[in-house]
């Protein structure tokens, strides 16, 4: 059905708990940050309809919510490259080391230890933002790459078919993203363009055995996070009372925010871990397939440009990765 260990990956989650505590503050920092932003916006929006009929206090306390809801996205918009240097990148790291076998330190050394692998491999936030972005571009073309073969397959309604799996996987490749960086921390390439660029291709060759898995997982944890969405609805509606006027989106846009910070802090991590096992158990001993190499050439612009990247970074005093690793694309 799918080759990851839940029990493995539990285990892996139990030996990374300072991480593990450490993303619970920071996403239900976030999930608070967006409820008494939300809701002082909406309170000066009542206070503000005051000055005007009963339908206008509505209309104030409304806008006045989504205004401070807006203003809290904005600042994490532009948060989101720390987030992913330090928060998820960081796990990864310690991730990586446990599927390996290494032994991690334990307490806040734990995530010191992590960001200062991160820093070695990435150097800056920046870097690791861009290979991000230009991966999950790369993750889709293989995707409608998937779609591109099935269409020479003469089976009636396959099409319909595949166009509905597509969909579902687009969501399921938000898996993978994560999983490709951990590869360029694994080899310890100090090329992280050449890196990223040399998992994608590994990836490309074995897609069935990880879109397979990431279906399953995708499954797991949206099934997961709704059930959460569920719980949180009473108490979000509760917060709600808190709010004057009584902001009647609040409920609903409060349940979907806890639900976000507990998939994002406790169940995306239990899928990294999956992910990775699988992906590291399944490219064990292979080689970077030239085929793939040129089909996703073709494929994805942001491939071209992850292979630009990795050329210039070589060329600006870069080095390939040490002895030992698989990393030949760099």
């Known amino acids: 059905m799918w080759d990851f260990s839940i029990g493995r990956a539990l285990g892996m989650m139990g030996k990374t708990l300072p991480f593990i505590i450490f993303r619970m503050a920071v996403y239900f920092g976030i999930a608070v ?5 939300t809701g002082v916006g909406a309170g000066l929006g ?3 309809g005051g000055f005007g009929d009963e339908d206008f206090r509505l209309s104030a306390t409304f806008w006045g919510g989504a205004l401070g809801f807006g203003i809290t996205a904005g600042v994490l918009y532009f948060l989101r490259e720390y987030i992913l240097y330090i928060v998820k990148a960081g796990h990864i790291a310690v991730l990586v080391e446990l599927i390996d076998g290494r032994p991690i330190p334990n307490g806040r050394s734990q995530i010191e230890h992590a960001s200062a692998v991160v820093k070695e491999r990435f150097a800056e936030t920046s870097v690791l933002f861009g290979i991000d972005q230009l991966v999950k571009g790369v993750l889709a073309a293989i995707t409608g790459l998937v779609q591109g073969i099935a269409s020479f397959m003469p089976i009636p309604g396959l099409q319909q078919f595949v166009g509905l799996i597509r969909a579902f996987l687009k969501i399921a490749v938000g898996l993978v993203d994560e999983v490709i960086l951990g590869y360029a921390i694994r080899t310890a390439s100090t090329n992280p363009w050449g890196s990223a660029r040399t998992a994608l ?3 490309g060759q074995n897609y069935k055995v990880m879109l397979k898995n990431a279906a399953w997982l995708t499954i797991i944890t949206y099934g997961l996070a709704f059930l959460v969405f569920l719980l949180m609805l009473a108490p ?3 917060l ?3 709010i004057p006027g009584a902001w009647s989106a609040g409920g609903l846009v409060f349940a979907i925010i806890f639900a976000w910070a507990v998939k994002a802090a406790l169940i995306e991590p239990f899928a990294i871990a999956c992910m990775m ?3 590291f158990k399944t490219i064990e001993g292979q080689e970077p397939d030239p085929e793939w190499d040129a089909r996703l050439d073709t494929a994805s612009k942001k491939f071209g440009k992850l292979k630009d990247k990795a050329a210039s970074w070589v060329g600006q005093g870069g080095r390939s990765a040490p002895a030992g690793t698989t990393d030949p694309a760099v």
């Open 277 to 279: 096992d699988v992906y």
């Open 201 to 203: 291709v590994l990836y």
């Open 33 to 37: 940050a967006y409820v008494l932003v």
């Open 236 to 238: 979000a509606a509760a």
């Open 46 to 48: 009542w206070g503000l």
């Open 240 to 242: 709600v009372w808190f």
